[in-house]
């Protein structure tokens, strides 16, 4: 369907107070020797029901109005590219592999950053629940499942989870992601991440149910998300498609980028590298 005229200067309106925020406050942190990002971010609380939909709510619901649904789905897709092409940045710029001395040092850091406030988060969970004679009633975020183990894990791991993109945005803006540190730091994380995305996906897979819409390969599979063989899925999926990437994925885009019949790459490299970035991250969705 087409945007109404009304739709579309709320989604411009909306676009350009985000941007005004953001380069605004990024502007100032920069000034004040900061990382732009941590600006940015506060730029978007500011906006936000934090402060201008706590303090102002009526001109917070007319800056970003509620009740239309173009307006969200619109500012929900760019947050998504933004994201991709960030994650994608970074990466490009983060070129050189791990030395042994760095990967041990990743490793040890993944171990500690990771099992440590794991566990705390499965440990303050188990400790407080009321059931067990604790103190907390957590029972009334279980959801629709009413699965205690499954939040329990979802608990523990945001507690455990890392933020990727923030912190390489904030190697980017202080110039450090072709260093030994931003390699440790971001090499630490990738590898925690697919750890807690793989407890994530499991706890996903303990509350599923067969009448979700599936799509991709574990569609054409005929897979159910709450069986033993979709859990299994979710699990080993991501690791075979990082595994690939990182494997064949060079390989593959060199075979494409030198084919003699890939007119896109002949008329414009930059278009075919785009198309199959996307690609890429189509089938990781």
Not at 148 to 155: D, P
Not at 238 to 244: C, K, Y
């Amino acid at each position: 369907m087409s945007l109404t005229i009304a739709q579309t200067a709320h989604i411009l309106i909306a676009l350009s107070l985000l941007l005004v925020a953001a380069h605004g406050m990024g502007f100032l942190f920069v000034r004040l020797r900061q990382p732009r990002v941590i600006g940015e971010i506060l730029g978007g609380l500011l906006l936000g029901p934090s402060v201008l939909g706590h303090f102002f709510p009526d001109i917070q619901r007319t800056a970003f109005p509620d009740y239309d649904g173009a307006t969200f789905s619109v500012l929900g897709a760019v947050y998504q590219l933004g994201l991709l092409l960030l994650m994608y940045c970074s990466g490009l710029e983060v070129r050189s592999s791990f030395q042994q001395k760095e990967r041990r040092t990743a490793l040890l850091i993944t171990a500690s950053g990771t099992i440590l406030p794991f566990c705390l988060g499965i440990g303050i969970l188990s400790l407080g629940v009321q059931g067990s004679g604790g103190f907390l009633d957590v029972s009334r975020f279980y959801g629709p499942a009413d699965h205690s183990t499954a939040f329990m894990l979802v608990f523990a791991v945001a507690i455990a989870v890392t933020s990727i993109p923030v912190i390489s945005r904030i190697m980017f803006d202080l110039d450090l992601l072709e260093t030994p540190f931003a390699r440790i730091v971001l090499g630490a994380a990738v590898i925690e991440d697919i750890l807690l995305y793989i407890v994530l996906a499991v706890a996903l897979g303990m509350v599923g149910s067969g009448s979700e819409e599936t799509f991709g390969l574990q569609n054409l599979l005929g897979l159910d998300s709450s069986s033993g063989l979709g859990k299994l899925f979710h699990i080993v999926a991501p690791l075979a498609f990082i595994f690939l990437s990182l494997t064949a994925g060079p390989g593959l885009y060199q075979r494409l980028r030198s084919s003699r019949i890939n007119l896109l790459a002949r008329s414009s490299p930059i278009a075919f590298l785009l198309v199959f970035m996307l690609m890429m991250t189509g089938l990781c969705v």
